[in-house]
């Protein structure tokens, strides 16, 4: 499995506390009308708010639901790899056919028998 930079990493979390605050908008609204115009007695006053916000907040912050949202950034990191890879292929052989100046048919004979010899040296490595 593929692991993530530290900096990745925050990232996610940061993105998953957004998402759990617009989930939780409601609880921290009450929260936020409650702490209005208070100081020294908002932590008595607004415990049972706060314990509220809180709760919402932690379920949507899950262990669980960091590690999806961290696989699912691998998945879409590896795809997005993977399709950044085929284009420079696909540039470089476009290139190579302008330098060659080879026929189709060689072209796809050609690119035959490199797919063929992936899918062999693919097949041995698994």
Do not use: H, W
Request: hydrophobic share 35%.
């Amino acid at each position: 499995m593929e692991a993530l930079s530290r900096r990745e990493e925050q990232e996610i979390e940061a993105a998953a506390k957004t998402e759990a605050l617009k989930a939780c908008d409601d609880y921290v609204k009450e929260f936020a009308k409650c702490c209005e115009g208070r100081t020294f007695t908002q932590p008595f006053v607004c415990a049972k708010p706060f314990k509220a916000m809180n709760a919402c907040i932690k379920e949507e912050m899950a262990t669980d639901r960091i590690d999806d949202l961290k696989l699912e950034y691998i998945a879409n990191r590896s795809e997005k790899g993977r399709l950044a890879v085929e284009a420079l292929l696909q540039q470089r052989k476009e290139k190579l056919i302008k330098l060659s100046g080879k026929k189709e048919e060689e072209l796809r004979k050609q690119e035959e028998y490199y797919r063929l010899a992936r899918e062999k040296q693919q097949g041995q490595g698994a």
